[in-house]
T-cell receptor
């Protein structure tokens, strides 16, 4: 079982729709959860981070965490073509190493 | 406020050679982590440096080594390069003990011929 699992996609959504990206993790001791956006050929850019169960909103982005289900998700509202990228889910236990998933490729269709 | 800077941007080497990649952390950050990202994969943790010592290490052979300097900058060294070492090498910096997210540099694209 992979430590962090994501559907590789591509996930295609029309412009203006809500994109829902999902991630599961295997380490129940994970305490910090991150979403990074990565454009092709570029480095990861931090989008959201969440530490507690529930929802955290920042502009068009909402991160959702359910530790009991070992599940974290990212919602992107009013998706724009510029949101087309690969979204990496990452988890960390305490101050240990950050473990990344393989990423989900999102395509926003104009 | 400078972010994380890495050099060089691109590098081409041949099998068996050695390479050194460099990273300067974001101002105020004291911890540097290195990652390897192969095409189509997520970043894989190589190791982390804090207070000039390797604190954690991922599942990489000892051909991969590093160093951190008193100014917090860091180097990643890879010896006896293999074709499979071709990847994007990412440096991320953070502040030890805060739990805050890491910030990534633009990476070094290493190609092995």
């Amino acid at each position: 079982q992979k430590e962090v699992e994501q559907n590789s996609g591509p996930l295609s959504v029309p412009e203006g729709a809500i994109a829902s990206l999902n991630c599961t993790y295997s380490d129940r001791g994970s305490q910090s959860f991150f979403w990074y956006r990565q454009y092709s050929g570029k480095s990861p850019e931090l989008i959201m981070f969440i530490y507690s169960n529930g929802d955290k909103e920042d502009g068009r982005f909402t991160a959702q965490l359910n530790k009991a289900s070992q599940y974290v998700s990212l919602l992107i509202r009013d998706s724009q073509p510029s949101d087309s990228a690969t979204y990496l889910c990452a988890v960390r236990r305490g101050y240990q190493k950050v473990t990344f998933g393989t990423g989900t490729k999102l395509q926003v269709i104009p | 406020d400078a972010g994380v800077t890495q050099s060089p941007t691109h590098l081409i080497k041949t099998r068996g050679q050695q390479v050194t990649l460099r990273c300067s952390p974001k101002s105020g950050h004291d911890t540097v982590s290195w990652y390897q990202q192969a095409l189509g994969q997520g970043p894989q943790f190589i190791f982390q440096y804090y207070e000039e010592e390797e604190r954690q290490r991922g599942n990489f052979p000892d051909r991969f080594s590093g160093h951190q300097f008193p100014n917090y900058s860091s180097e990643l060294n890879v010896n006896a390069l293999l074709l499979g070492d071709s990847a994007l090498y990412l440096c991320a910096s953070s502040v030890q003990g805060t739990g805050q997210p890491q910030h990534f540099g633009d990476g070094t694209r290493l190609s092995i011929l």
